[in-house]
C-alpha cells in the first residue's frame, strides 16, 4: 500500500504564512499527480490545488495568487506554501497521491490530514 503522510500544519494569524508537506512512499513506480484538499468543519472536502508530473497546476479560486503549489518529482514529494492566510482557510488539509505502484496497479491514496487554523 502507498503510504502518504503530511506534515507543517499550526496555528497562525490572519496574514500569516504555513507551508505543508507531503511525502508518498512505498512501492511507487510512478507518481502522475499530486494534490492538496481541505475540509473546514461542516463542509465538503475540497480541492485547492494539485500539480501533475509535467508541472501543470490547478488552484481553488479562493487561493489564486495566495499559494503555491510545488513538487519534487524523484522524492515523490509536494509542498503548499500559503501565503497571507484568511480565517476561511481553517480546515483539515489532505494529501492525494495518484499513480502506478509496482508491479502495474494503479493507486489514489491520501493521507491522514494536517489541521490548519487561522485565527482572525
Known amino acids: 500500500q502507498v503510504e502518504v503522510v503530511e506534515s507543517g500544519g499550526g496555528l497562525v494569524q490572519a496574514g500569516g504564512s504555513l507551508r505543508l508537506s507531503c511525502a508518498a512512499s512505498?512501492?511507487?513506480?510512478?507518481?502522475?499527480?499530486m494534490g492538496w484538499y481541505r475540509q473546514a468543519p461542516g463542509k465538503q472536502r475540497e480541492a485547492v490545488a494539485t500539480?501533475?508530473?509535467?508541472?501543470?497546476?490547478t488552484y481553488a479560486d479562493s487561493v489564486k495568487g495566495r499559494f503555491t503549489i510545488s513538487s519534487i518529482n524523484d522524492a515523490n514529494t509536494v509542498y503548499l506554501q500559503m501565503n497571507s492566510l484568511k480565517p476561511e482557510d481553517t480546515g483539515v488539509y489532505y494529501c492525494?497521491?495518484?499513480?502506478?505502484?509496482?508491479?502495474?496497479?494503479?493507486?489514489?491514496?491520501w493521507g491522514q490530514g494536517t489541521q490548519v487554523t487561522v485565527s482572525s
Open positions: 500539480i501533475t508530473s509535467g508541472a501543470s497546476t
Open positions: 492525494n497521491a495518484r499513480g502506478l505502484q509496482w508491479p502495474t496497479f494503479t493507486f489514489d491514496s
Open positions: 512505498r512501492s511507487i513506480r510512478r507518481i502522475d499527480a
